[in-house]
């Protein structure tokens, strides 16, 4: 093996003149453009003429275009032309291009505490403070923070800096210290750096200038190595290093939607050793998480919190002019302890991200992509051994074990709380004339009402106001508004829910006092003013809530509503209901979102989470005058009853954590009592989920104008798929005399249906809402009671059909005109719609299926997207009923025992597998078991007599070979020991032979042996 070649780190500086020859030879060079970094490039020896162009510019050609995209200085030729000349040749039009020197910004001025973490290391320590005492800015707090230091070395150092606030944390761990650090911190920006970082004179005012932009709550730079002498520096920095490039990034919440579905990759946004945040993120996102210390699962609170600050719909930026130098580990033992820990910290922080947010990605991550990856390494290690590349595989590996171990000893331990009060909120509100008032609207969807919200703002009889419209990645008109509307501030999020919406509004709110009005409400014009009137009438209070009224979609009053009363004790009296009500009659002091923020983790009761979280520390005030008005209409999430009965109890179990005293534990308790009554009368006025005997479905009325087809889909929370159903079927629309096309969405709460529907029906595809969550079998029941077409088609709202398949069914109907239902063959397809397998064929020939009552009762062959049922027939039998995992089976069964089913071989639908189906709900539960018994049990009625004995054993013995297999995919694909073991116990009841026992044998070894799962 060679031995290695130190590497030289040659500053190719444009603007001088850069030395050539041998000097290049084993070297780094990095290329600059006075104080802007551009670019690096590794030489093992002098490239010469073309080769030495191409090589340079091609370093540098990427940040050259994005400053050139920024300041918009050269042409298109002017640009090309630079790849043909000699860099020292351009240094004119690079004069051109960087002539607009350093940007500037207002937080320019706001004051920085840069915080160090160290630890028994203060030469290192002495060289990162000597490079801060030559910043240019000199508008900075300094703390060190010694962590558990073992002797006074450090503290000996600090003295000889009289500025540095010395604070010692007895408590050992890198996220402690930062923690501690924040704590500590006087200013509205923090700044972390390492003590083995050197720091750039101008470090400290591009840290500010980074955050130019409201939204973005992190900062992160480039990170450039001091030396690489040692082999260890050179793969750390060419693998593992902190460079991320040279053009500046954004990190949104966009970014970390479109990487949800593996988790998003946050270790690209940044390193820790130069890292920057806004003070009131603590308060948004919490703590760094102390799990990961160094220590604990060995590092990665950077990269989980930034995780946190994404996930709360906040932005995280890469500046490269936000520049440091890292001294690199020297040696390999060093070095694979580094790997080792980051890996550690990678795998657990993948796990608590998924305990603090539920995202499944993170688990894809852990047990798909990275086990997928080191089987690729591990071969690559095979066929190049001695590549520097895959030298550290083995400590990758033992990392990624050692931190799922960690995390199973440390699941869910809760993190200590990050509320800071604002001294501010002590004092008394303050409403001076002309005092600005911010009106923050969130909006996804509801342009159809946005312009009637802002008109109600400008029609204020207070007149100094400023209007914030957070759109929340609307499909809808709601852009269109705003461009319409002349001095609003229009801020764009994507998806991030309504609780971030909001915070963003308050971090963009210039005024003293913020209101919050959902654009489907509206404020009544006298509400403002009233707000400052209680203001100053209770000055104590950090908001004050006004009554309302309710009306609907059309603006027509409905019923009464009472008007609020000032509570004794608004906290108890909160803990016992939300009196308040609605969140558009409250106005806030400004300096409340500097300590509290809506729980981006809820939806709905975001609001009576807040205002008990502020109650319980500082007074509000309730008057009763009605201010705004609440807008009743079908997308109001109010309706899911469910839904905000769950979330209200949550809501109320989370208050607990505060150490309640006596009388409000007993407030509380009074309260989850009153929502539960609440909701349960709510409830008594509707029909049961489970219907168990076929709901009647009533005949149309002869004069009905009636289509041939009517398309029904159901849709409950399946709205990532629902755009490529729906298409499937307008590829084949007959036009709206032929074919009835119509969504019924059960009450889903992942997306605003109603706007899928309209942006991909473009009014073709009609809509229709739940009053409330109803459960599928009542979903079905609608479908088919508002059908009006005589073939009627239930395609969920996951699945889709393949071009054909009217035509094909139609074949089938003309052709055997007693047929009571008609199928085709059909595809499994997986979440990302790539097809699986076939279904087994039964017949090659289409036409009616011979003996097919004995043959569907004694298993499954048909899966609803693929089948069209008369609705004279729905008519005749009912609709569905009884359980939940197996209901299509009993209705085709039941069809069967009456009608002809005609088929066609043909595969000409698509049937989705994915986690969040009631199929794979009702495996992971067990209630598949459950269901299919009593689904054989009931088929037993539509038997003939001597079949009835036979079937039954059959169907048994199918299922139980299913589940019994199946389990097999549980315990892998869903890491569920558990319930692979409820499969195979209840195959074993079902049926027991040869295939069910293996299979039970199988599960069990692996449970007892861990198999896979990482112990």
Known sequence: MKEFQPYKILNIRLEEDYPTGTFLQNALLVFWWKKVPLGHLWLREEPEGKAAKSLFWGAIKKAVTHHNRVNGVLDSEELADLENIDLREARPVFERLFREGKKTSAVEKIPLSVV??????????????????????????????????????????????????????????LDIARNTGARNASHALIAYTDDDVVIHEDWVSTVKTAFDDPMTMAVTGLILPVAVRTESQYIFEKYWGFNRGYVPLTFDHRYFLSHQAFGAPVWDVGAGANMAFRREVFDLAGWFDERLDVGAAGCSGDSEFWYRVLAEGWNCRYDPQVFVHHQHRETHKDLHHQIFSYMRGNVCSLLIQHEKYGHEGNLKRLYKALPEYYLKKFFKLIRHPNDPANQTLWSEIKGCFSGWRYYQKHKNIAQPSPLRLDPSLQDKAKVNPGALVSVVIPCY?????????????????????????????????????????????????????????????????????????DADDYLYANAVELHLYYFNYAPESVFVAGSFDRVDANNKLLEFVKPLEMP??????????????????????????????????????????????????????????????????????????????????????????????????????????????????????????????????????????????SVMIPAYNCSPYLEETILSVLEQDQGPEAMQIEVIDDGSTDADVAAIVSRVGKGRVGYFRQNRNVGSLRNFETCINRAKGHRLHILHGDDKILPGFYDEISVLFEQHPDAGAAFTDYYYMNEESRRMWAEKPITDTPGILK????????????????????????????????????????????????????????????????????????????????????????????????????????????????????????????KSPEAARVQVYGALRMHTNKDTLRNFTKVMIKSLIRYKQGK
């Open 568 to 709: 004794g004790d608004l906290y108890l009296s909160l803990l016992q209901g939300n009196f308040i009500g609605i969140q558009s009659n409250v106005m806030y002091r400004k300096d409340v979102f500097f300590s509290f923020h809506f729980n981006t983790q809820l939806r709905p009761c975001e609001d009576y989470d807040l205002h008990l979280n502020i109650t319980r520390h500082l007074p509000g005030f309730c008057y009763p005058e009605k201010i705004a008005a609440y807008r009743i209409h079908e997308s109001n999430v109010s309706h899911q009853k469910t839904l905000m009965l769950e979330t209200a109890l949550q809501v109320l179990e989370s208050q607990k954590k505060h150490n309640l005293n006596a009388e409000q534990l007993k407030a509380l308790e009074t309260g989850k009592d009153n929502w539960k009554k609440y909701y349960s009368e709510a409830d008594n006025m509707l029909p049961e989920r489970t219907p168990q005997s076929p709901p009647q479905i009533a005949p149309l009325d002869p004069d009905t104008e009636r289509p041939l087809w």
């Open 851 to 974: 003996d097919w009552l004995l043959t569907i009762a004694g298993g499954q062959r048909i899966q609803p997207p693929a089948i069209v049922v008369k609705r004279s027939v729905y008519e005749h039998l009912g609709s569905f009923f009884g359980v939940h995992y197996g209901e299509d089976w009993e209705m085709w069964i039941r069809i069967a025992a009456h009608y002809p089913f005609a088929h066609s071989p043909k595969h000409l639908a698509h049937y989705r597998c994915h986690t969040q189906n009631i199929t794979s709900r009702s495996l992971l539960s067990g209630q598949n078991i459950r269901d299919i018994m009593q689904v054989i049990d009931t088929a037993q009625q539509y038997l003939p007599e001597e079949h009835r004995k036979e079937i039954r054993k059959t169907a048994r013995m199918q299922f139980a070979e299913y589940f019994s297999q199946k389990a097999h995919e549980i315990y892998h694909d869903y």
């Open 445 to 517: 969807n509801q342009g159809k009402f946005l312009r009637e919200a802002i008109q109600s703002v400008r029609a204020q009889s207070y007149p100094h106001l400023e209007i914030i419209v957070v759109d929340d990645g609307s499909t809808d008109e709601t852009a269109e508004v705003c461009k319409n509307e002349k001095g609003l501030t229009y801020v764009y999020a994507h998806r991030v829910g309504v609780s971030a919406a909001r915070n963003i509004g308050a971090a963009h709110a210039q005024g003293d006092f913020v209101i919050f009005l």
């Open 116 to 173: 160090i973490c160290t630890r028994n290391r203060p030469e290192a320590i002495r060289i990162c403070l000597d490079s801060l005492q030559k910043s240019s800015d000199k508008d900075f707090e300094l703390i060190v923070v010694d962590n558990a230091p073992d002797d006074d070395r450090t503290q000996q150092v600090i003295a000889g800096y009289p500025e540095v606030k010395y604070i010692r944390e007895p408590r050992k761990g």
